[in-house]
């Protein structure tokens, strides 16, 4: 299993700001990944952040937009910048595990970012 | 690319009654996973069941099993003797099996399931 800390848990940023969202694995994992999940909506997946590499964006979601770090196996950063409400959701960070009968996607709590 | 449907955005029953959430999906791979997870008020996704796409056998976890059709690609979950803490958001997902290990989810719209005391 994996234990996701994913900090801040909420957050109220002005308009035309950034903010970084960090999350910290208890194992080492290959690859990480970047979700966004808008009120009342399902999860879409940002991006894949890959150790040692650029992150692996999806259909919709741009480098400048979302930048990612990714320094080491244990450790991510989403940053979202230049805020507008539009940006109002819940970001969250999770971690595959592949083990045949005990494959799972593990979850941060998220953080509720609220753009005003 | 891989598509998750899921067409109850709500659903309501009595404690104790049996719910069945629908889910189908549209993918090219071959090996893969499908998931339930369940999101309460807190927001933390909580894995429900998970079944094996090369595994014909439908999986069950206590009161939660599922209906898997591969060749129709459904993913059906029942819920037995339904339970007050079952309120929630329910989110069928699949998740890719790639060379680099498990790939990121792909998530159906979800379902709002409540249970009436």
């Not at chain 1, 960070?93 to 970012?113: D, K, M, N, W």
């Not at chain 2, 008020?41 to 209906?67: C, D, G, H, W």
Request: net charge neutral; proline share 4%.
């Amino acid at each position: 299993s994996a234990v996701i800390s994913q900090k801040p848990s909420r957050d109220i940023c002005q308009r035309g700001t950034s903010l970084t969202i960090q999350c910290q694995v208890d194992s080492q994992v290959t690859m990480m990944f970047w979700y966004r999940q808008q009120p009342g909506q399902s999860l879409t997946l940002i991006a894949t952040a890959n150790q040692g590499s650029e992150a692996t964006y999806e259909s919709g979601f741009v480098i400048d937009k979302f930048p990612i770090s990714r320094p080491n196996l244990t450790f991510s950063t989403l940053t979202v910048s230049n805020l507008s409400p539009e940006d109002s959701s819940i970001y969250l960070c999770s971690v595959g595990l592949q083990g045949g009968s005990r494959t799972e996607a593990f979850f941060g709590q998220g953080t509720r970012l609220t753009v005003v | 690319a891989q598509t998750v449907t899921q067409s109850q955005p709500e659903m309501s029953v009595q404690e104790a009654e049996t719910v069945t959430l629908s889910c189908t999906y549209d993918t090219s791979e071959n090996n893969y996973y499908l998931f339930w997870y369940k999101q309460p008020p807190s927001r933390q996704m909580i894995l429900v069941i998970r079944q094996e796409a090369y595994k014909q056998q439908n999986a069950t976890e206590n009161r939660f099993s599922v209906n898997f059709q591969k060749a129709a690609k459904s993913f059906s979950l029942k819920i037995s003797d339904s339970q007050l803490g079952d309120t929630a958001m329910y989110f069928c997902a699949f998740m890719k099996i790639g060379g680099g290990g498990a790939d990121g989810l792909t998530f159906g719209k979800g379902t709002h399931l409540i249970i009436q005391p």
